[in-house]
């Protein structure tokens, strides 16, 4: 599986971007799908999840502010980012896993879980 991020750019504080990631090689209908982060000097840290049957996870930092979706026909995942603050500013990677659990709810939050990555998109904000 082949992921690769777009949508990153500049952006003012309180605008709004929109990331994609297409996945290529086979279909992710099936895989949970992440959003993680990592700015300068940072881990890179959880942003947002979506599992196959729909179910979303949220960083605290950015609930309410980000929406996470899916577009299994496309086999492409979204992020959609309002309000952004300059603490957003990051690149910002797109992230899959095979295996789905009900057993361990906090999985998706995991970076070690996924087993595919893109290689990321730039997302700066200006205050």
């Known amino acids: 599986v082949q992921l690769v991020e777009s949508g990153g750019g500049l952006v003012q504080a309180g605008g709004s971007l929109r990331l994609s990631c297409a996945a290529s090689?086979?279909?992710?209908?099936?895989?949970?799908m992440g959003w993680f982060r990592q700015a300068p000097g940072k881990e890179r840290e959880f942003v947002a999840a979506i599992t196959w049957g729909g179910g979303t996870y949220y960083a605290d930092s950015v609930k309410g502010r980000f929406t996470i979706s899916r577009d299994n026909a496309k086999n492409t995942m979204y992020l959609q980012m309002n309000s952004l603050k300059p603490e957003d500013a990051a690149v910002y990677y797109c992230?899959?896993?095979?295996?789905?659990?009900?057993?361990?709810?906090?999985?998706?939050?995991?970076?070690?879980?996924?087993?595919?990555w893109g290689q990321g998109t730039q997302v700066a904000v200006s205050s």
């Open positions: 090689g086979r279909t992710v209908a099936a895989y949970t």
């Open positions: 992230a899959a896993d095979r295996l789905y659990t009900a057993y361990d709810p906090d999985r998706p939050r995991r970076a070690g879980a996924y087993d595919y």
